[in-house]
């Protein structure tokens, strides 16, 4: 840049088209830019073809030409230089990206930007899948569409509360070739590039005010190579596009029709502009007139081609619909036909397609009054009024000691300088351990594994994270981030497992916990899940598991009721299902009455020696304890519960005074109670022979119905009890809910 007196710093920018070079040089006070000189050279040759640089010397002395008559108006030293790229390869990419936070929390400004280098990052990979070419590409611009919040389109995702985000995201691409084509051609003319842009921002910043940004407006910037194409929509541009087919096929098909070279035919498209009648001289050297709109009749069928193509770019663009209007920028636009044309393949009203020229340069003031304000103008001024918008240009940072080389769009990042340098964008993230997937009862679940550390970012040898601005030259070491534990998960820890299936088998009530049933196979609470498990917590226990669990022997032929319905080893017992058992009844019946006989006997025999009976009574303590092993059954209840050996114990007893460890006589089964302390209180467990686990639930005050944690506390002797593992006088137990 220079210093000119009275007027600030110039801002010099280049327009490098595929048949001219435009160098402007003027400064902005306030919001007026004033334009105070203007150069334009064409190529001598083709040495630029399709908006991509052929013959760099070429180009590069055109440039040097431009300079020198500009510095020589101007009397002053150009050095700087701003530049647009036409794009004769760029490519967008729209992406859509989702984020699934850990839990619901406040969404933060750094939140945004991960959820924005997400974004880039899947474009790039997604680009790089689609490149079929050798070519390396430079993200030069990214743009968010719209944000998500929990699935919901939002305008601004900061300070709400979400459990998942995610974006609608444009990322465009330029192929590393024309870019340092251009800067090349630049330094040959001893220019260096202080600002880089596309040429359709450029154009955009001059013909489309930022207050009509919020409408859904398509700009086409027709040069001689390449016809640039962005879209506006809710304030922002949302893509940019190119097609390869603009002025200059317009050109060859004059030439080709009239039999001239490629310059004259460009003086016949240029002289209907003005004139009905155009002379020329054909390749034979005879002098040839041609009337204007014979000129459009042979460029009809081409323009028709051409505004075809653009259409279906805009449409593609812009989600398979027409933009609501276009404004049309650059020399080939101005072809009669061309907007009529636009508008017919876009379906929309032809005024709604419109060439912009000197009615959107209001705020351009020209030193030399005799300049022509038309559409040719407006990328050209655009191009110097970028450099005041944001610093476009190529920078080289250092990154973990290899050199690259980063578009500066104004605001790069380390996260920018990552991308570039192919360092996974997981690395600069705290990364967690494999999650564990699994389904239960249908249902898929999962289990996060542990979160590792961040990466450890420094910049110029300070502190830094991966928002941290950097500047050229800066020197960036990260180290990756760690990976986090792989998740462990057991079956007692997941929720459905938590709860027991409360039952009553003969008027007890019994705690059965859940089973687990893992791809088929039944396993107990220690089981690790492994991921792709397929999980089924069975709710329901059948009779013989009911009877195994409880250590009960049956006897052939006796008879068993789920709610009071018969039912066999098969039948389901779900919660607060009751079950019962004994002898059927004529079974029972036959031997009560033998029984009794003995019984009668044995009182009659025993009356000279004790108090006497009524004839045919028992004694309720032989009935209690008969002799020689034997159990008379009660004739009421058939509730009797089997042993081992095939005897019954009744359901009611007479009971002992209660002493601890004292043994107590049921039937033929010796019983004793034991005292345990629970939750730091004594219990007594009394009635059976041996105790288990379990069998605590059945004395003391505690509901696993009524869930109060998160996992619940078993210690025998300060170890995790199983439910199953026998107990003892003096155990000491503890039973909780734990958060």
């Known amino acids: 840049m220079a210093e000119a007196k009275g007027q600030g710093k110039l801002v010099f920018g280049l327009d490098i088209g595929t048949r001219s070079i435009v160098g402007t040089v003027g400064y902005r006070e306030g919001d007026i830019f004033n334009v105070v000189g203007q150069e334009i050279r064409e190529h001598e040759t083709r040495a630029m073809l399709d908006g991509q640089i052929h013959d760099i010397g070429q180009v590069g002395n055109t440039i040097g030409v431009v300079k020198h008559a500009l510095e020589k108006k101007l009397d002053i030293k150009l050095t700087d230089v701003c530049i647009a790229a036409a794009g004769r390869v760029l490519k967008t990419v729209e992406v859509h990206i989702d984020w699934e936070l850990d839990k619901e929390k406040e969404i933060s400004a750094e939140d945004v930007a ?30 968010v569409i719209r944000y ?9 995702l900061e300070n709400h509360k979400a459990r998942n985000v995610g974006a609608d995201m444009i990322a465009t691409f330029l192929p590393d070739e024309v870019v340092d084509g251009l800067y090349k051609a630049v330094e040959l003319a001893g220019l260096r590039v202080v600002n880089m842009t596309l040429e359709p921002i450029a154009a955009i910043s001059v013909a489309i005010p930022e207050m009509y940004r919020m409408l859904n407006i398509g700009l086409v910037d027709v040069g001689a190579g390449t016809s640039d194409i962005c879209i506006t929509k809710d304030g922002c541009i949302i893509a940019y596009g190119m097609i390869p087919v603009a002025g200059d096929s317009l050109t060859e098909t004059v030439a080709k029709n009239c039999l001239v070279d490629f310059n004259t035919a460009e003086q016949i498209k240029r002289g209907i502009e003005t004139s009905e009648v155009v002379e020329y001289n054909d390749i034979m050297g005879l002098p040839q007139k041609i009337e204007r709109q014979a000129v459009l009749d042979m460029l009809d069928a081409q323009i028709d081609e051409m505004t075809g193509l653009v ?70 001024i655009g191009i110097c009024l970028n450099y005041y918008e944001q610093s476009n240009n190529f920078i080289y940072v250092s990154f973990n000691e290899e050199h690259v080389k980063i578009y500066d769009s104004g605001n ?60 050229a030259n800066d020197v960036i070491l990260v180290e990756a981030s760690t990976v986090g534990e792989p998740a462990k998960l057991t079956i007692s820890e997941l929720p459905e497992f938590k709860s027991m299936i ?67 080893d098969d039948t389901k017992v779900y919660e607060n299902f009751t079950i019962k058992w004994g002898l059927k ?123 109060k944690g998160t996992r619940l506390i078993t210690d025998l002797n300060g170890h995790k009890a199983e439910y199953m593992e026998p107990v003892h006088s003096g155990d000491e137990i503890v039973i909780r809910w734990e958060d």
């Not at 990364?431 to 420094?458: C, H, M, P, Q, S």
């Not at 329901?540 to 195994?548: E, G, M, N, P, S």
């Not at 052939?556 to 789920?562: A, F, I, M, P, S």
């Open 585 to 707: 009844a004529a079974k029972a019946k036959k031997e009560m009455e033998e029984r009794g006989a003995a019984k009668k006997e044995e009182a009659a025999a025993a009356q000279d020696d004790e108090q006497p009976v009524a004839d045919g009574d028992l004694n309720e303590t032989d009935a209690e304890y008969p002799e020689d092993g034997e159990e008379t059954p009660d004739p009421d209840s058939f509730d009797a519960l089997p042993e081992d050996d095939g005897s019954y114990v009744r359901s009611e007893k007479k009971e002992e005074p209660e002493a601890e460890d004292k043994p107590e006589k049921a039937g033929n089964v010796i019983t004793h109670s034991i005292l345990l302390k629970v939750n730091g209180k004594e219990v007594k467990l009394s009635g059976k022979a041996e105790y288990v686990f379990v069998d605590v639930f059945d004395h003391i005050d505690f509901d696993l119905q009524k869930v």
């Open 148 to 156: 998500y919040l929990n699935g919901y389109q939002i305008g601004n």
């Open 114 to 143: 991960h959820l924005t280098s997400m974004g880039i990052e899947k474009a790039y990979s997604q680009f790089l899948e689609s490149n079929d070419t050798d070519l390396h590409f430079y993200c030069v611009g990214n743009s």
């Open 311 to 380: 259409a279906e770019k805009f449409k593609e663009l812009n989600g398979g619909k027409p933009v609501s209007a276009v404004f049309v920028v650059g020399g080939g636009g101005r072809i009669g036909g061309y907007t009529q044309k636009l508008s017919a393949h876009l379906g929309i009203l032809a005024e709604r397609v419109a060439v912009r020229g000197e009615e959107v340069m209001g705020k351009i003031r020209f030193k030399d009054d005799n300049v022509k304000k038309d559409s040719l103008m407006v990328t050209p």
């Open 412 to 471: 790069l990042a380390v996260v920018d300088a990552a991308m570039h340098a192919n360092f996974p964008n997981d690395g600069l993230f705290p990364r967690r351990g494999k999650e564990i997937n699994y389904t239960i009862n249908g249902k898929k679940g999962f289990k996060r594994g542990g979160l590792g550390e961040a990466a450890r970012i420094t910049v110029n040898g300070e502190p830094a994270d991966m928002h941290s601005p950097i500047r």
């Open 502 to 568: 409360v039952i009553k088998a003969n008027d007890s009530r019994i705690l059965l916990p859940r089973v687990a049933i893992v791809n088929g196979e039944e396993k107990n609470e220690f089981y690790e899940v492994q991921d792709g498990d397929e999980i089924t917590m069975r709710d329901y226990y059948t009779v013989a598991q009911v009877r195994r669990f409880m250590d009960v022997l049956l006897e052939e032929g006796t008879e068993v009721l789920v709610n009071n319905e018969p039912a066999d």
